[in-house]
């Protein structure tokens, strides 16, 4: 059992312990340095390009050892990367903007979805095809994600008095069982699994109907970026090359994602479908021009519109381009 | 042990063809049910079970062990933990409202907050599994144990004073012998929590493991691997409960005695009661402060005493943070209330049926146990879905979490019922109903008002639990929303409440307990 304290001191107890480690592990003739990614769910293909450049070394080669922290339901990713025991943590513009005002001392430094994930998901013989669909329906959500609902409404004119809100967990039982008829979920989960077990179905992605949110973001603090840039270079290349390599392949990246978390208990099939769902939303024209992660001022213009109807306003310093900039450059 | 559950080795010997074909008849009708059920994906039929354990063997043993360990470590810390403070209180009587209290508000924090500093603190691996399932039993093991440490008769330690011995000659020839009973108890509702509480650590990101497998088939609408994971977590809580039991049978426990006591006047100063609820006060803030220093933990996430102070009553915005607050409370309180009742009047009820009636304790306890043993995730929809989002189904949710405790720590008590009384009875051939209300109610009192102590916290978890998940209302889902939104102020202001509440709560049953034991078990009161 591990036993970590966060504190500045501290890191070098932890730099220390991976000394340690170094003596007794095989390792290779660079120093490596290691710190720990955090996750924002469980393994799954979400992370394939990550686990590509785990496997094809593209961190080691930089002289980096990365730890792949998965997340899971009470694992947010802000604590541990205000804490420093993760140097980035993979967030999204409003999980982000919300801390930042809290007083977390975060900047976005790359944007690996850059089409929002969010979609209202429903069964196809009753489907909700674009916002006005919405009205008189009953949608099962999270409460915590009303402030989502009320900015679609908002931007499509949608009356949000005639939506009847159900608190329902995150599956896809309440849709299917009838209690609700639609959810918002993301497009790449929940729809994936209700195709999996051959029930018909329809997302609607938030992002087509002017909801641009940033997701599956990298987030690190002020003081790693002042402090930590060649760590945080080296993570981002990584990142960049082997998420490259997931666009080429993403088939491939789903089946090392179930090849490597044995114990994950992943759906090949699944993982498979969600690898491919998932294309769309992080690879565009900007991308394609630019590199994996980039961010615009218009895009970060649009996202800032965005956060203030979820009331988390934020200004365009939150965004910080100059790690994807030694990246690409 | 009590007679009930003595017996059930027992009788399965003597009906094992009229068990069979209950247990055939159930399984016939379950699968037919998830058959006919198919299309709403409610219900996994046990042959799909059987078939998803088959497929995935090596995956769901690998899963297995991983929990099982981290829950048997966090089973040996948080019961050694429990023991020892009640120990404590026995020989530092003058620590009891201390101690109590600290227990108490541990046993309160929620996982919305207990899960982001553990995992800070420990990092990946499985330190925050251990010590969340030691969390999870501490508390039901402290407050038995400190009434068995107590359930000895007066003249008994009059003796050991007699013969010029101490409090820990006491201890060892009195009070030990006397709490072994309670500890089994205490055991036996620790084993499924223990379980419970390990796989509910895997919440905070854990590699792998049965709770890892939980949320993942909950998502993917896959019945089959829930289903499977419920009977492996319903099985091996089944057999550590036996096995507990078992073992407590093996030690040839004392039979109890009639416990003769004087009844005790309160005869305390006017201001030791404000004086220890102040000396708690200090102690709980110091402890709060001092440890979120110590590790040094970010203002961000861990916010202390004087940042919820700021946030509630000082700062910008304090008015209105209090009334979003408050208003979430009343809310929750209102479905407490009668959920609490209803799950310690089930426990105490069944725990008397099953004592009149023993042979139905074979076919109930697994049940109980299997409910006590699940992720309130995996049972919580089923509920929903039989009872609605209303307040049924919340009163549903927080009866199932606390009726278990309740009903064991009573068949227990139960059965603490002194032979001689129970002779005197059958002399006169009382009829059951008689001896249960003059000899056993009586002998249970002490074990009831323990569970009903243990009830308070667990019952408003239980609650915070199903507003988060299927009403979205009172504090649960606040808590759940401005956790999301890193809005921590909120959440320990939250949390102070509920632990401020439980207090208070607890003060309350303490002294309708007082009342009522120093007319029926005096025993309890003397210190």
């Known amino acids: ?329 | 042990m009590s007679g009930a559950l003595a017996q059930r080795g027992r009788l399965a010997a003597r009906l094992p063809g009229g068990a069979l074909i209950a247990l055939l008849l159930a399984l016939i009708a379950w699968e037919a049910i998830a058959r006919l059920t198919a299309q709403s994906f409610f219900i996994a039929a046990p042959s799909a079970i059987v078939a998803h354990m088959t497929d995935h063997a090596g995956l769901l043993w690998r899963a297995f062990a991983v929990t099982l360990w981290a829950a048997v470590r966090g089973f040996v810390w948080g019961n050694l933990a429990g023991v020892l403070m009640a120990l404590l209180v026995v020989l530092l009587p003058r620590a009891e409202r201390l101690v109590a209290t600290l227990a108490l508000l541990v046993f309160c924090l929620p996982l919305v907050a207990t899960g982001p500093i553990l995992r800070v603190l420990f990092g990946p691996g499985e330190g925050p599994q251990v010590t969340l399932a030691a969390l999870a039993v501490y508390y039901t093991t402290f407050l038995p144990v400190l009434v068995g440490l107590r359930a000895a008769p007066q003249g008994w330690f009059d003796l050991v004073r007699s013969y010029g011995r101490g409090r820990m000659v006491a201890l060892r020839e009195v009070r030990l012998p006397a709490a072994l009973p309670y500890l089994v108890a205490g055991l036996q509702i620790a084993a499924p929590a223990a379980f419970l509480g390990a796989m509910v650590g895997e919440f905070t990101g854990a590699e792998r493991g049965l709770g890892v497998l939980t949320v993942r088939a909950l998502r993917a609408l896959d019945l089959p691997a829930t289903w499977s994971i419920a009977v492996i977590a319903s099985a091996v809580s089944v057999l550590a409960f036996a096995a507990v039991g078992w073992a407590g049978r093996r030690l040839d426990l004392a039979p109890p005695q009639v416990l003769l006591a004087s009844p005790v006047e309160a005869r305390q100063s006017r201001w030791r009661g404000p004086g220890e609820a102040l000396l708690a006060l200090v102690v709980t803030l110091a402890l709060w402060k001092g440890a979120m220093e110590l590790f040094a933990l970010p203002r961000f996430f861990a916010k202390r005493p004087e940042d919820v102070w700021a946030y509630m009553v000082s700062g910008p915005g304090a008015e209105a943070h209090r009334a979003k607050l408050l208003g979430a409370m009343a809310e929750t309180l209102s479905f407490t209330a009668p959920g609490y009742v209803a799950g310690l009047a089930f426990g105490a009820g069944l725990a008397v049926v099953l004592t009149l009636a023993p042979r139905a304790a074979s076919l109930t306890m697994p049940v109980a146990i299997a409910l006590r043993s699940i992720p309130i995730v995996a049972t919580a929809p089923l509920i929903v879905w039989a009872l609605g989002r209303g307040a049924a189904g919340t009163i549903a949710v927080v009866a199932v979490m606390i009726f278990f405790p309740t009903l064991v720590a009573c068949l227990h008590g139960l059965a603490r019922t002194p032979r001689a009384v129970l002779d005197l009875f059958e002399v006169y051939a009382a009829e059951r109903w008689r001896r249960m209300l003059g000899a056993q109610l009586p002998a249970m009192l002490p074990a009831f008002f323990a569970s009903a102590r243990m009830a308070i916290p667990a019952a408003i978890l239980a609650v915070t639990t199903a507003e988060w998940l299927a009403t979205g209302r009172g504090v649960g889902a606040l808590m759940a929303t401005v956790a999301s939104t890193s809005d921590y102020g909120m959440l320990w202001s939250a949390i102070a409440l509920i632990g401020l509440v439980a207090v208070i709560v607890h003060g309350l049953v303490g002294a309708l307990e007082r009342w009522v034991l120093s007319r029926t078990n005096a025993e309890q009161l003397a210190r």
């Not at chain 1, 922290?69 to 009470?74: C, Q, Y």
């Not at chain 1, 790449?188 to 329809?202: F, H, S």
């Not at chain 1, 961010?295 to 200004?315: R, Y």
Request: glycine share 8%; net charge negative; proline share 6%.
């Open chain 1, 1 to 329: 059992m591990t036993f970590r304290t966060p504190t500045r001191r501290l890191f070098l107890g932890g730099a220390l312990t991976t000394a340690t480690a170094g003596l007794i592990l095989p390792r290779s003739a660079r120093a490596q340095e290691a710190v720990n990614f955090q996750l924002s769910w469980l393994h799954s293909v979400q992370f394939g390009g990550s686990y590509i450049a785990q496997d094809k070394g593209y961190w080691s080669d930089n002289g980096l050892e990365v730890s792949l922290l998965p997340g899971g339901p009470n694992a947010p990713v802000e604590p541990p990367v205000v804490a420093g025991t993760a140097l980035v943590g993979i967030s999204a513009a409003d999980y982000t903007a919300a801390a930042v005002n809290q007083g977390a001392p975060f900047k976005i430094i790359g944007v690996a979805m850059q089409k929002n994930p969010f979609a209202i998901a429903s069964l196809a013989e009753n489907p909700v095809n674009s916002p006005a669909d919405l009205v008189g329906k009953k949608i099962g959500m999270a409460l915590a994600n009303m402030p989502v609902l009320e900015a679609l409404c908002a931007i499509n004119d949608v009356d949000i008095d005639a939506i009847e809100v159900v608190p329902t967990q995150y599956d896809p039982a309440p849709l299917v069982q009838g209690q609700v008829d639609c959810l918002l979920c993301w497009a790449t989960d929940l729809p994936v699994a209700m195709e999996i077990q051959g029930i018909d179905n329809v997302t609607m992605l938030l992002a087509d109907h002017g909801y641009a949110v940033h997701s599956q973001t990298y987030i690190a603090t002020e003081d790693s970026l002042a402090n930590r840039r060649d760590e945080l270079v080296a993570l981002m290349k990584g990142e960049v090359m082997g998420w490259q390599d997931y666009k080429a392949d993403p088939a491939a990246a789903a089946a090392l994602t179930v090849e490597m978390f044995p114990d994950a208990g992943l759906d090949p099939e699944t993982q498979r479908l969600q690898a491919e769902r998932q294309v769309p939303l992080m690879f565009s024209d900007l991308t394609e021009a630019e590199g994996f992660g980039w961010f615009t001022d218009e895009t970060v213009a649009a996202n800032i519109e965005t956060l203030e109807l979820l009331g988390k306003p934020v200004s365009a310093d939150l965004w910080d381009r100059s790690i994807l900039e030694e990246v690409h450059g």
